[in-house]
């Protein structure tokens, strides 16, 4: 920065001065309310202010501002200093203008037009101004403005090593705010030379700006690896009194090696075997310095130090190809295991969790198996000991995994609540994983739920049963094993769940014992009963039907419990149903129909465990490497199954019954987003014969098909997934393979609240993830909508919400749009929806007797002020599914208010901002007009035109003749 002398501006002096002597808030409120008051005499009155004077007002202004005051007044004056020559104008006119003015001001336009000014300047200070606003504010607006400017400084051979060092920082700015407005290509091969430069500081800015632009572009950029490791070999290999401008406690450029190390990260091994073995020179130099004394026994030393070395094992790790140093670095995170320093135990217990998946140092991991069952048991700190799990689930495997489990059982009793769910989750894993003996798994599972029952989630006990009826040779076990743990005194219910499913299928095969017989088996379960929540209860009294199965002589005792009038009198429907069904079943039907109904249930397929697909919805340690590697040979594929199971996996006891329709596969659109939505180009009228009437008709064809992605128009199924909300205010608005949206909404009189929340389904975080909520030309002064900021990334497996609120100021009949638009694997994602906002949302019922509906009916006789339409129908008319739909559309349905009952009669009030308006309805099923099965039907709609879906009533499956209404 040049040098200034004599500008001391004694008047702010002055007045910061009489600010720091105020004796109360008041006092420092009145001095500021002069201060501004003169200010804006002067901006106003004095037509002669000269650059000097200017600036001191604007600097009195800002520091205004940062005591907390509102400053309305002066951007101008700020933006006119950025035309002045003077460094100190200059200075503090960018000041202001990144401080107090706003990226969508109307001054960005002047500002961004002196920034282009200065950039075409042949004084570097003015030039790194301008950077330095640029990457201050780094608007969207800048970035298409700028984003061919700015790299031009970089590539230019007579920019001086100040300014390319700030032009790569705002580049860098610039391209995370709009990648695309940054074309990379251009100069993408003459900024990997900039990290062979001369200086330090450009070689370490530029990094980081290589480092992004490698995630979007990494075959582009496979120059920079060689350059990279030339660089690095450098600076590992040279003493620290080689850089002593870069040098931090003895240790040379900290901050540039491991920015290049998590560079070369982005990349494979080296393909060129001079820049591999150069490559590996380096990791074992840093390897070996880590066995060095330190030179200095200051923390910064250790830090940078270690900062580096663990930069480096990960960049081992990623690469996967040297044994050597794979087990070098095991062996140099082994001796952190023990390091009094706590963030390094946490660092190393992470890093060798990765080291474990390599099959090269899997072996050395596992002789630290001692000493992280040690951390288990005596670190203080629960994240650490969270690792030690993780470390423990990743080393093992059949040489230890019955050692290892004991372990994780014994620490599971005086486990942190915190992660005793996930505990569970790895301990039923590892021993279904690796079990030699299935006697093993079952006991440990037992013990499993006994130790920490109120943690075991519904998936392990279906997974133990569906392993016990899948194995012939451990059913008897299974069955001993329950019997056994069901005498505990205090038994928790997830082991009653489990006893009563497997007494209930394999009872028979322990009941020769006179100490297990039928009637003991029976007593046992039964004295649990009363004791057990409602689902449980339902599981044992399907057993005790499956016992009048497997044991005939007990029958007239189970019968005396299923026809007492805590069964069949039961305030529960589900337990009050069974018991009728199951006591019926029981003195109705004869034995060989019984034995048919309620026969041993059938082996379970062969499917992906679903504890280890809920393992994966947690995003442990363990399992993101190996997601790493799928998604590279099969990027955008997710894991199937991840987000629930298959009727399979729960084994709930139950009567053999036809087979039901099956659940479509993954791969079938449940929600039907395959289909194409309506034509944004229909003419006007086609919105207005969208009537009430519609909701009792059949989806119209869909139109030509539309790109998934494309910016400018509505994704496939917008139209009919908007179309579901026209009777409900939560569900999921849009999924796909990478993002679920979900709505949450609620309606009082003229206004809503509506709750959007974007689930990232990948394994990746999305960035530069927006929102924007808009209103067509016409609907802009029909509807007010504001939305919040959902914020600029969604990391895996989360979710974030945005809320909206809306106000009904008239009638309408489009709906905002919602546009997304989010960065994934290196491309641009757009999805956009039609917002889940209609007309009937803003309904209230109205309740009227017969006498005063139809004297308003018949008041009502205007042409425009009603509307008639007849169609047939498929199907016969579903009546309590269409009252369901009416009431969910937002009128108030009446009832014995029409002569016929089989009309359907509702009303209800449109509340807007500044009317309310009255809305009565019809609906007349001719059954005289029956043709093959189907009925002629009569809507009347008066008072006012509700624009509706074709989709509400779309189960009806009924056709309908729509024709355009005019509105009231």
């Known amino acids: 920065m040049p040098a200034v002398k004599g500008d001391g501006m004694r008047g702010l002096a002055v007045f910061i001065s009489d600010i720091r002597n105020c004796k109360s808030k008041e006092a420092e409120i009145k001095r500021i309310n002069k201060e501004l008051a003169n200010i804006r005499s002067k901006f106003k009155g004095d037509k002669t202010l000269d650059g000097y004077q200017k600036k001191k007002y604007v600097c009195k202004l800002l520091f205004i501002f940062l005591l907390g005051h509102d400053i309305d007044f002066g951007h101008m004056e700020a933006v006119n200093l950025l035309s002045s020559n003077k460094y100190t104008e200059k200075q503090i006119g960018y000041l202001f203008i990144s401080v107090l003015v706003s990226e969508s001001s109307d001054l960005m336009r002047l500002v961004i037009q002196n920034i282009k000014n200065d950039l075409n300047s042949r004084t570097p200070a003015h030039i790194n101004l301008a950077l330095h606003c640029i990457a201050n504010i780094g608007s969207k607006e800048m970035a298409e403005e700028l984003g061919k400017e700015v790299p031009k400084l970089l590539v230019s051979s007579d920019t001086i090593d100040e300014v390319k060092q700030s032009a790569s920082l705002c580049l860098l700015r610039l391209y995370r705010t709009s990648p695309s407005s940054v074309p990379v290509g251009e100069w993408a091969s003459r900024v990997i030379h900039l990290l062979n430069d001369q200086h330090m500081g450009v070689v370490t800015a530029a990094t980081s700006l290589i480092h ?8 582009d950029f496979k120059g920079c690896i060689s350059l990279a490791v030339s660089r690095l070999s450098r600076i590992v290999t040279s003493s620290y009194t080689d850089f002593q401008d870069y040098t931090y406690y003895f240790v040379p450029a900290p901050w540039l090696s491991v920015k290049l190390l998590r560079l070369l990260q982005c990349f494979g091994p080296p393909d060129d075997p001079a820049v591999r073995g150069r490559l590996n020179e380096c990791m074992e130099t840093i390897l070996n310095k880590a066995q060095e004394p330190p030179k200095s026994k200051k923390v910064q030393h250790s830090n940078s130090k ?128 690796f079990a030699v003996d299935y006697t093993w798994y079952v006991d440990t599972i037992l013990n499993l739920i006994r130790i920490a029952g109120d943690y075991v989630s519904e998936e392990v006990w279906y997974r133990v049963i569906q392993i016990v009826i899948n194995r012939d040779d451990v059913q008897g076990y299974a069955a001993k094993t329950c019997f056994e743990a069901l005498q505990a005194p205090a038994c928790h219910e997830n082991m009653v769940k489990v006893g009563g499913y497997i007494l209930g299928e394999f009872g028979n095969l322990i009941a020769g014992d006179p100490r297990s017989s039928p009637s003991v088996q029976f007593e046992l379960l039964h004295s649990k009963f009363h004791l057990c929540s409602a689902p449980t209860r339902g599981l044992l009294l399907s057993t005790y039907i499956k016992f009048i199965n497997l044991f005939p002589e007990i029958k007239h005792i189970i019968q005396d419990v299923l026809q007492t009038d805590n069964q069949l009198r039961n305030a529960d429907a589900e337990l009050q149903q069974r018991a009728v069904e199951y006591l019926q079943l029981s003195n109705r039907t004869s034995t060989e129909v019984l034995a048919t109904v309620l026969e041993e249930m059938p082996p379970f397929p062969e499917r992906e465990s679903s504890l280890l697909a809920k393992l994966k919805k947690k995003k442990p340690l363990g399992f993101q490497e190996e997601e790493k590697t799928k998604s590279k040979a099969m990027p955008g594929v997710s894991i199937n199954n991840v987000g629930g199971e298959s009727s399979t996996d729960d084994p709930t006891p139950q009567m053999q019954q036809p087979p039901l329709p099956t659940a479509p596969p993954a791969s079938i659109d449940l929600l039907g987003l395959d289909s194409q939505p309506a034509s944004l180009n229909a003419a006007p009228t086609t919105n207005n014969s969208s009537l009430l009437v519609d909701m009792f008709g059949s989806p119209p064809s869909a139109p030509a098909s539309v790109s998934l992605g494309d910016p400018n128009t509505l994704s496939p199924g917008a139209e009919e997934n908007f179309n579901k909300f026209i009777c409900k205010n939560n569900g999921v608005l849009f999924e796909n393979e990478l993002l679920q949206i979900g709505v949450k909404s609620e309606y009082r009189m003229n206004l809503g609240r509506i709750g959007l929340f974007f689930g990232n389904k990948t394994s990746y975080q999305f960035t530069d993830f927006s929102t924007v909520v808009s209103c067509p030309n016409d609907l802009r ?56 906002v209609m007309v009937s949302k803003f309904f209230q019922p109205a309740e009227m007797n017969s006498a005063d509906f139809f004297s308003r009916w018949k008041q009502l006789n205007i042409p425009s002020q009603e509307a008639q339409n007849i169609f047939k129908a498929a199907l016969p008319m579903d009546r309590q599914a269409n009252n369901a739909k009416l009431i969910g559309f937002g009128m108030g349905l009446l009832e014995n208010v029409d002569p016929n009952p089989d009309n359907f009669v509702c009303s209800g009030i449109l509340k807007t901002r500044e009317l309310q308006i009255g809305c009565l309805m019809r609906l007349e099923p001719n059954a005289q007009a029956q043709v093959s099965g189907t009925f002629e039907n009569i809507f009347l709609l008066k008072g006012y035109l509700c624009y509706a879906s074709p989709f509400l009533l779309r189960d009806q499956n009924l056709s309908l003749n729509r024709r355009s209404i005019l509105n009231s």
Not at 212 to 219: K, R, S
Not at 792 to 809: K, L, P, R, Y
């Open 212 to 219: 992004d632009l490698v995630q979007a572009n990494p075959e």
């Open 306 to 433: 270690n900062a580096v070395l663990f930069e480096a094992i990960s960049l081992i790790i990623h690469h996967d190809s040297e044994p050597n140093l794979l087990v070098r670095a095991c062996n140099q995170l082994g001796q952190f295991l023990q390091h009094r320093e706590t963030n390094l135990r946490y660092l190393a217990l992470e890093s060798m969790c990765l080291l474990a998946s390599s099959e090269f140092s899997r072996e050395a991991v596992k002789k630290h198996q001692e000493t992280v069952v040690t951390a288990l048991k005596t670190e203080r700190d629960v994240s650490v000991r969270q690792r030690a799990v993780d470390l423990l689930y990743a080393m093992c495997d059949k040489t230890n995994a019955e050692e290892i489990v004991a372990e994780m059982l014994n620490y599971l009793e005086s486990a942190d609540y915190s992660i005793r769910e996930e505990m569970v989750l790895k301990v039923a894993i590892l021993a279904e994983k």
């Open 781 to 836: 002064s029909k509807i007010a909508v504001q939305s919040d900021d959902v914020g600029g990334t969604i990391d895996c497996g989360a979710q974030v919400q945005q809320m909206i609120n809306v106000e009904c100021i008239e009638d309408f009949s489009d709906a905002p749009r919602i546009s997304i638009s989010f960065m994934y694997g290196g491309s641009k994602q757009f999805v956009n929806l039609k917002a889940p």
